[in-house]
């Protein structure tokens, strides 16, 4: 049998003379049937069946975290969760880590949900989908480890108390004159 990946070949060959060549174009060959579809598509036009590269096989979502945005989003969700900590200075090195890998893991956590939401959880025949119970549930799971290992209440930030603030502002003071000029 083919290779189910193939491209047909490029016209330019056979592109009269002052017309400009076409792209090739990257096709798939049905399996079942043998039929040459489009690259791209989940079925095959004659039998309908699927056909390699397509979504409909997939078990797993995609997550992107190329896109600037994301990466924006990323970057000030650690940011808010580290303020909720009570801000860098009162956190470890560790705890740090693992606040930023945290959006990472909601961003993987929303691709799943979104998965089923277009997928559904179960499949045709009745059967809890197999990205479901492996994929889903475990990072779900890994999630709310990790949530609880960075803590799930907000650290107010360490202020010195009211003697401490007066004394630092005593020591500036006292090489300054009341015009603030030594």
Request: glycine share 8%; aromatic share 6%; with cysteine.
């Amino acid at each position: 049998m083919q290779n189910s990946l193939e491209k047909t070949p490029n016209s330019a060959d056979s592109a009269p003379s002052g017309e400009t060549p076409t792209q090739p174009v990257e096709t798939v060959i049905c399996k079942r049937c043998g039929r040459i579809n489009a690259l791209g598509v989940d079925r095959c036009v004659q039998c309908r069946s699927t056909v390699k590269g397509g979504q409909l096989a997939r078990k797993h979502p995609r997550v992107t975290t190329d896109d600037p945005l994301t990466r924006q989003w990323m970057r000030e969700r650690a940011d808010a969760i580290i303020v909720d900590r009570g801000g860098r200075e009162n956190l470890s090195t560790l705890q740090i880590a693992a606040i930023e890998q945290f959006p990472k893991l909601e961003r993987l956590l929303d691709s799943w949900e979104q998965y089923f939401v277009a997928q559904g959880v179960f499949t045709r025949q009745g059967r809890v989908r197999s990205g479901y119970r492996e994929g889903y549930l475990s990072t779900l799971d890994r999630y709310l480890k990790l949530a609880a290992l960075i803590g799930f209440e907000r650290r107010a930030k360490a202020v010195p108390t009211l003697e401490e603030f007066l004394n630092g502002h005593a020591e500036e003071g006292e090489g300054h004159d009341e015009n603030g000029s030594d």
